[in-house]
């Protein structure tokens, strides 16, 4: 009885349609720009927290207790299956897992030697850099041009005036960074939610513990510095990692990239409200260039995927060019 019915059905309105579909997309685009942004806002936070723990427990220490907690909780809370995946799947959890440590190492060694802010403008140099070699669109090149002019400017200038070794760990943090953009894109398709992240997480926490255990030894298990690193944990590796990870399933690479330098103007904005750190004329300069390159980068991408929705398709779903629907 439902074919007849069927027939009878009005089609919808051609119009209506297209007039939905942009719309539609800008949503679903501007979905993970938020995940990133309130990522942000988690990490740089946490980070503050880290750097009143340091005296607890070291550097190390404190790369540690992040990792070892946030993977604890991360497995309670994920259950991930262990079974039923191939050689490159385990590879790309390796990977992203060593990505995860080697930045917090290298990024918590910098920020125990020159100040916060330029320790995260640094490291945002990483992403930018992947930014500009992923991208194929001069529109895309503009704004990490623009995001990087912001970053070099929130500098002030007074990188020379830095510990040398504080900014090459800075440096090489960012390099680390921008290889876990590239695995924790990977982790995302091939595994399920967050399972890949808790598992690489778990793996990454294994890689820092004899570092951990070697600065810190026996402060490690002060309950009050397990509290701390705790919250740490939650704001610096559990929520921003997880957004970060649904964000990409969903957002390009380079676009990503550009987003990430948000995160000194953020740390910035972070530094004023809670450490009481003033933010000059120039400051706020500069956080304005960055985050105009982000809005500029997240409107050239829904402008791009409103253009995609835009292609007339065919009754099997393919394109009118021959391919097939994504």
Known sequence: MDGPLKEAAPAAPPAVVGAEAPRSVARRRLGPVALVVAGGLSVQ??????????????????????????????LIACRPRVR???????????????????????????????PLGAAVTLEVLGPLILSVAASR????????GLALGGVVLLGGGGFDRLDPLGAAFALAAGAMWATYIVF?????????????LALAMAFGAVLSLPFG?????????VPSTIGLGLVVALMSSVLPYTLELLALRRLPAPTF?????????IAATAGFLVLDQALSGTDAL????????S?????????RARRESRVPTGADGASRDGAGAA
């Not at 039923?84 to 125990?112: E, K, P």
């Open 45 to 74: 936070f946490g980070s503050a927290v880290a750097v009143l723990l340091m005296p607890r427990a070291g550097a190390l220490g404190v790369v540690t207790l992040r990792l070892v907690l946030a993977a604890a909780v991360l």
């Open 84 to 114: 039923g995946y191939g050689r490159a799947d385990w590879g790309t959890v390796v990977a992203f897992g060593t990505a995860m440590a080697g930045m917090n190492i290298l990024f918590y060694q910098a920020a125990d030697r020159i």
């Open 137 to 144: 669109r001069l529109m895309n090149l503009l704004w990490a």
């Open 184 to 196: 924790s894109a990977r982790t995302g398709r091939r595994f399920p939610q967050a399972d890949g």
């Open 213 to 221: 255990i070697t600065e810190a030894g026996g402060k490690l298990l």
């Open 257 to 265: 990239a550009i987003l990430m330098s948000l995160e000194p103007a």
């Open 286 to 293: 500069a956080i304005a260039l960055v985050i105009a390159a």
């Open 295 to 303: 809005m500029g980068a997240v409107r050239t991408q829904s402008r």
